[in-house]
T-cell receptor
Framework: GDSVTQMEGPVTLSEEAFLTINCTYT??????LFWYVQYPGEGLQLLLK???ADDKGSNKGFEATYRKETTSFHLEKGSVQVSDSAVYFC?????????????WGLGTSLAVNP | GAGVSQSPSNKVTEKGKDVELRCDPI?????LYWYRQSLGQGLEFLIY????????KSGLPSDRFSAERTGGSVSTLTIQRTQQEDSAVYLC?????????????FGPGTRLTVT
């Protein structure tokens, strides 16, 4: 079945460092791909998404490109801030038939130090 | 406008008791989803509703779990004869429709602890 694998955390960076969180997936067809973020004490929020190959999702300085050839959707940010400290989840949504559920990675905790 | 709300925010129950978890979706959202977030397990899908019907219940772990939605709005997730392995954060999400591009908006979750 469909699955998502993302790099394990925790990831600890200094402010203004470059961030990459790897995400790869297994799915048939053409899934949609998502990054969600969970800030401390808050609910899950959609960070960005991409619905077809080569699409780039971007928001708040974060970017991820849907790479079908490598089945990847890595999250990147050029210069992280303390306020980016959160747990990041990669997820996919299959395109087959009745499939409407999100399949999730395990989450990657990011801590950014000043 | 108001987001997705869930109640209670925390629930501690004894093993063997039944519990009901409630979700109020965003007004006008026809699709509603339940997920479970367990320590070390990540997020797992339980069930989703389109209107009042549930086209996909494949994630419900056992027949102790059931859910209903009435009036195309509020949903209740019921766990009968709770077990310790049911301890988790139960998340509800809603979206405008079940269309593939529709964002799912999440509630704050109900933290269930079974003692």
């Amino acid at each position: 079945g469909d699955s998502v694998t993302q790099m394990e955390g925790p990831v600890t960076l200094s402010e203004e460092a470059f961030l990459t969180i790897n995400c790869t997936y297994t799915a048939t067809g053409y899934p949609s791909l998502f990054w969600y973020v969970q800030y401390p004490g808050e609910g899950l929020q959609l960070l960005l998404k991409a619905t077809k190959a080569d699409d780039k999702g971007s928001n708040k300085g974060f970017e991820a490109t849907y790479r079908k050839e490598t089945t990847s959707f890595h999250l990147e940010k050029g210069s992280v801030q303390v306020s980016d400290s959160a747990v990041y989840f990669c997820a996919l949504r299959g395109d087959a038939g009745n499939n409407r559920k999100l399949i999730w990675g395990l989450g990657t905790s990011l801590a950014v130090n000043p | 406008g108001a987001g997705v709300s869930q109640s209670p925010s925390n629930k501690v129950t004894e093993k063997g008791k039944d519990v009901e978890l409630r979700c109020d979706p965003i007004s006008g959202h026809t699709a509603l989803y339940w997920y479970r977030q367990s320590l070390g397990q990540g997020l797992e899908f339980l069930i989703y509703f389109q209107g009042n019907s549930a086209p996909d219940k494949s994630g419900l772990p056992s027949d102790r779990f059931s859910a209903e939605r009435t009036g195309g709005s509020v949903s209740t997730l019921t766990i009968q004869r709770t077990q310790q392995e049911d301890s988790a954060v139960y998340l509800c999400a809603s979206s405008l429709t079940t269309g593939l591009v529709n964002e799912q908006y999440f509630g704050p979750g109900t933290r269930l602890t079974v003692t």
